[in-house]
């Protein structure tokens, strides 16, 4: 089994940066595709960045393009989300996820594993 532990969360200005990770324990972390997700109250979790095994393919949702940075450190065992331009809308509880798959998906379903989550919170 794969054990995720995200960090570097916590409260930030709107126009702020951050940057999460999320390390993930074992050898076989480079056979999985990774995935970012966030979730606020009330509202469904939502995809917001994803890298392929390889770490060659990247892919982020609209709401975040040109303001967030997903890579990954395979001897490091640790995926990264550096987060800048940070607005009150991007305060959510942020979790990553494995796939067994070198291609990672939109979808939370489509992982297999998942980190207990880090809280960012964004002030206006």
């Known amino acids: 089994q794969v054990q995720l532990v995200e960090s570097g969360g916590g409260l930030v200005q709107a126009g702020g940066s951050l940057r999460l990770s999320c390390a993930a324990s074992g050898r076989t972390f480079s056979s999985y595709a990774m995935g970012w997700f966030r979730q606020a109250p009330g509202k469904e979790r939502e995809f917001v960045a994803a890298?392929?095994?390889?770490?060659?393919?990247?892919y982020y949702a609209d709401s975040v393009k040109g303001r967030f940075t997903i890579s990954r450190d395979n001897a490091k065992n640790t995926v990264y989300l550096q987060m800048i331009s940070l607005k009150p809308e991007d305060t959510a509880v942020y979790r990553c996820?494995?796939?067994?798959?070198?291609?990672?998906?939109?979808?939370?379903?489509?992982?297999?594993?998942w980190g207990q989550g880090t809280q960012v919170t964004v002030s206006s």
């Open positions: 996820a494995a796939r067994r798959l070198a291609e990672p998906s939109r979808y939370p379903h489509e992982y297999d594993y």
């Open positions: 890298i392929s095994r390889s770490g060659l393919g990247t």
